[in-house]
């Protein structure tokens, strides 16, 4: 099982496929969401605190309360009271999450999507990773917040080329993304906003209205309960038009209380909310599109739950936005769908950015080579240097092969190509082969003599990505109902070939070597090469395997004296000696 995992700024969210359904998962005591802090306390062999825990230490503990890592991911220093790198603390907010989902699932989750940013680079996107890998999860996929909310939108089942924009508000950031869905692929076109603003910005504005109103709170404490009466406020006025904050014992005996209505709050979150607009026009720029070109407007991050900042996006875009799914839960649940699509639990209903099955090509002793590996995201691109195996070969044939078993006759083959070699020695032709796969699932088999600078090129249309899913899954079925078989064979299969090799050069050394060898090492060297031809004989992948490898070991010793003769032989024809 792969679960889905949103690690936000301020909120962070795990979900799972379960019975065809992506569904996210709540902690004991029914969230789904669970701030993305952590508390260390001043014992330090006491065990750091995550989530709401850790809010509520906050209030009493403030300096010793790190939020908002997720700013610092990729960056070198260290925060926090115990002087931890981002992504250490990152590690466990996701081990958190992994443990709320393992307690709602009742299994043990080590897989997972995480998603990031469009906008983060390579190393803020390899210390997410870092990040997962250090909380015990394999990263299968970072995944684009946008596109992971795209996904939750159901847009990928829109038409060819459609473009779309994701407007997500957050507590702390604001990400604008133009998107452009091709053959169910979501490519960024544009990314902007602004990292310092979001749903923080306009707490601020508020507390400091309800500040100037009932007065400064007498102490820590009374601040703290004026930050959450100014948040619930926030909230409620999203659904309703006026709302009365009280705050009991406000000041030591004194309890205050105000009323206040979304008009006013809209006056107060006005400038925060208007300081993405430039954002917005500046990304459909950089996109190069119009406004009117796009498809679908979509919202994401809390703070789009309020009417003003769906009116203001209205008006950026022209036109009503889609606010179909949950704004805080959309990217998680983007997330998870991705993971059902990666371990094959939801492949029916969703188009594939990614190769069903392993592509690559017929090696030596029939054995397939993978290139490409299943579930790898297209467009991609890799490849493999070949030799000949014989001296003066011609030729190679290059059978490109589709599947997951590990001898290429049981594979489907998907195309042919011969490349020619000049002639010469073992191991003196330099082929370069490589597989190409683009946007439309096309393949484009490459192989390049190096020598000679010839090139072969071979098309494969779409076979490579669309494949029919109950072949799919007859493949993969048969791939595991074969494991061990396959593996048996491919280890005696290679282990055939060292062999081959091995002992004719070894019979050719010994003679060579004449009395230069101990008798005991000739005779040790005899029996492994006994050994070898024997479990040859037998067919014996496991018994094969140690007995080329002890031939190997036996006769490393006889290798050297041969070379050290060598040496000797050419510098006495030099004369040096
Ligand atoms: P992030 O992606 O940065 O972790 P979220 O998407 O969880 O952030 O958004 C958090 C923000 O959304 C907070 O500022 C929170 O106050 C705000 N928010 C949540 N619910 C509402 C609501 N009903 N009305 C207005 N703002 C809300
Ligand atoms: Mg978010």
Not at 116 to 144: C, H, M
Not at 341 to 368: A, H, K, N
Request: aromatic letters at 4%.
């Amino acid at each position: 099982m792969i679960c889905g995992i949103d690690l936000g700024t301020t909120h962070s969210l795990i979900g799972v496929v379960e019975a065809g359904f992506p569904i996210l998962l709540a902690d004991e005591s029914g969230s789904r969401l669970t701030p993305s802090a952590v508390y260390f306390p001043a014992d330090a062999a006491e065990p750091p605190r995550v989530g709401a825990a850790a809010l509520r230490q906050r209030v009493l503990d403030p300096g010793r309360t790190v939020t908002s890592v997720k700013r610092l991911m990729g960056q070198p220093g260290r925060v926090g009271p115990r002087a931890m790198r981002p992504e250490e603390i990152a590690a466990l907010i996701l081990g958190r999450l992994k443990a709320v989902g393992e307690a709602a699932m009742g299994e043990p989750l080590t897989r997972a999507v995480i998603t990031v940013p469009a906008y983060f680079n390579d190393s803020q996107r390899a210390a997410t990773k870092r990040a997962g890998e250090r909380a015990g999860l394999v990263v299968e996929r970072i995944l684009n917040e946008p596109t992971a909310a795209a996904l939750a939108y159901g847009l990928d089942k829109l038409d060819e080329r459609s473009r779309v924009a994701v407007y997500d508000l957050g507590g702390g950031t604001f990400d604008i993304s133009i998107l452009e869905l091709r053959s169910g692929v979501f490519e960024v076109l544009s990314t902007a906003g602004d990292t310092r603003l979001g749903g923080d910005d306009i707490d601020e504005a508020v507390v400091a209205h309800l500040q100037a109103r009932l007065g400064e709170p007498a102490d820590a404490p009374a601040r703290a309960r004026l930050w959450e009466a100014a948040i619930a406020a926030k909230h409620a006025l999203s659904t309703v038009d006026t709302h009365r904050v009280q705050l009991p014992f406000y000041r030591g005996t004194e309890s205050v209380e105000l009323e206040l209505t979304r008009a006013e709050l809209e006056a107060l979150a006005g400038p925060v909310v208007d300081r993405t607009r430039a954002c917005c026009r500046r990304a459909l720029a950089d996109a190069g599109l119009p406004a009117a070109d796009l498809d679908e407007v979509i919202l994401v991050g809390g703070a789009t739950r309020m009417p003003l900042v769906r009116r203001v996006a209205a008006e950026v875009f022209g036109r009503e936005p889609n606010i179909s799914q949950h704004p805080d839960e959309a990217v998680a649940l983007g997330a998870t769908i991705q993971a059902g699509i990666l371990e094959g639990s939801l492949r029916q209903i969703l188009l594939l950015d990614v190769t069903p099955l392993s592509l690559g090509l017929e090696t030596f002793g029939g054995l397939m080579n993978v290139i490409i590996p299943r579930n790898t995201t297209i467009p991609c691109k890799a490849g493999e240097l070949f030799t000949n195996a014989v001296p003066n070969q011609e030729s190679m044939l290059v059978r490109v092969l589709q599947g997951e078993r590990e001898m290429a006759r049981d594979n489907w083959e998907l195309g042919q190509l011969a490349i020619d070699f000049q002639p010469g020695p073992k191991g003196s032709a330099r082929v370069g082969v490589q597989f190409e796969i683009d946007q439309n699932g096309l393949l484009r088999v490459l192989a390049r003599d190096t020598r000679t600078g010839t090139d072969r090129v071979l098309e494969i249309r779409n076979t490579a990505v669309d494949v029919d899913d109950a072949r799919v899954e007859e493949m993969i079925a048969a791939s595991l109902d074969h494991a061990f078989d396959d593996m048996r064979e491919r280890v005696f299969t290679e282990a055939r070939q060292k062999a081959e090799e091995l002992l004719p050069a070894v019979d050719q050394a010994l003679a060579a070597a004449g009395s230069a060898v101990a008798e005991m090492d000739r005779a040790a060297i005899e029996a492994a090469a006994a050994e070898t031809r024997a479990a040859l004989e037998a067919g014996e992948a496991a018994r094969l395997k140690a007995a080329v490898t002890a031939l190997d070991r036996a006769t490393e010793h006889l290798a050297a004296v041969l070379v050290d003769r060598a040496l000797e032989e050419s510098l006495q024809r030099r004369g040096i000696l």
